[in-house]
């Protein structure tokens, strides 16, 4: 008998070691894959970028005068799932993406909204809440606001608009000036004729 469970106690053991070893493997190809591209969405954002590894998702860290942005794949337990405030009503367990704002001194207002109810509501005017996933959701706490979105993000664009709402929304709860839009250089014209003001 004893010698059936030490068995059993192997096939178990073979069987953890084998899961743990191919989420993983699993991670490290969706990391190398989509690397590039949120290297690429860092520097455009004027971040630092954390390559992902075993365990361990991409991330984005970007910080701003009113507040600090960062975008993150995590892995969650169905346990973290379950007791997270910002994954109820999500599958349990599972890779996501998050988008995330803090909030300064002005604590936010709480809410959590899907993708159709945002389209729907006045206070998401204007922001490009349309490249969002279907499945994504904006939660907002005392200290910060989150987009959660399920699996493994690899588009530049929807990592851009989720980071473009946070910022947003986070420079809406702090009441800093919205940014100012880019003047571009006026070129002078050919021949050396000075441009017209």
Not at 43 to 64: A, E, K, S
Not at 110 to 136: T, V
Request: proline share 8%; net charge positive; hydrophobic share 45%.
């Amino acid at each position: 008998m004893p010698l059936i469970a030490e068995l059993i106690s192997v096939v178990v053991f073979l069987v953890i070691v084998g899961v743990v070893w191919g989420v993983v493997a699993l991670n490290k190809g969706r990391g190398a894959a989509s690397g590039g591209v949120w290297q690429q969405v860092a520097m455009q954002l004027g971040g630092t970028h954390t390559p992902g590894g075993g365990f361990r998702g991409q991330r984005i860290d970007v910080q701003h005068p009113f507040t600090h942005l960062s975008l993150e794949i995590k892995l969650l337990s169905a346990v973290n799932v379950a007791s997270s405030p910002y994954h109820q009503g999500r599958p349990l367990g599972g890779t996501f993406t998050h988008a995330t704002a803090t909030f300064g001194v002005n604590p936010g207002t709480e809410y959590k909204c899907s993708k159709a109810q945002a389209l729907q509501h006045a206070g998401f005017h204007g922001l490009p809440i349309a490249s969002l996933p279907n499945d994504a959701e904006i939660i907002s706490f005392p200290r910060d606001v989150m987009i959660v979105m399920n699996g493994h993000v690899k588009d530049a664009n929807v990592l851009h608009a989720a980071a473009h709402i946070v910022l947003e929304l986070a420079r809406r709860q702090a009441g800093a000036p919205a940014p100012q839009p880019v003047q571009q250089p006026v070129q002078a014209p050919a021949y050396g004729i000075p441009p017209q003001q």
